[in-house]
């Protein structure tokens, strides 16, 4: 066989396998169903509606915290680091916290963040609930995914100095 005819086969191969993995790729996918409104209304699509908005029932415990209000930046690679970096306005040596991130979803991340603050006659409990979704991945497919906030709650609940067991979380902390 001839060089060239080496070389066409070679470079005949190299796109029948490039079209197959590309064809395998993209079936692999999940598709999303797109249903037409009938109210003339343009569907809103959103990284936050693909899992029915992570667990809205657990939203209505919580304030909501406009994201516009956070300082830091709301794009990275560690749910917990974004969650942690955009309520870091505490003094450590006064305050307990506690960080726990859950994954409900391949693309879905929810971090809380607990702090206890000690008080005159109670301790005052702030939690957080920051809700993360991933948009895709940085530069390289091996590099890790990028995450972004997309929804932000706090709430405050105060215990008391005799019934530490039982929040009392309509009594107003000062």
Request: glycine letters at 4%; aromatic letters at 10%.
């Amino acid at each position: 066989m001839s060089a060239k005819l080496k070389l066409f086969l070679i470079v005949i191969l190299s796109i029948f396998a490039t079209a197959a993995t590309g064809v395998y790729i993209t079936q692999r996918q999940p598709s999303e169903a797109v249903s037409s409104l009938n109210n003339g209304q343009v569907p809103q699509f959103s990284d936050a509606n693909i899992a029915q908005e992570i667990v809205n029932s657990e939203r209505a415990n919580y304030n909501t915290i406009p994201l516009e209000s956070i300082n830091s930046p709301l794009q990275g690679s560690d749910p917990a680091d974004l969650a942690v970096n955009a309520f870091d306005n505490m003094d450590s040596t006064l305050k307990t916290r506690k960080v726990e991130v859950f994954y409900p979803y391949p693309n879905q991340a929810l971090v809380t963040i607990t702090q206890i603050e000690p008080a005159k006659n109670f301790l005052k409990a702030i939690k957080y609930r920051v809700e993360l979704t991933t948009f895709g991945r940085s530069f390289f497919v091996s590099s890790p995914r990028v995450w972004q906030i997309v929804w932000a709650g706090s709430q405050v609940q105060c215990i008391s100095g005799s019934s530490l067991l039982k929040p009392q979380s309509t009594q107003i902390c000062q």
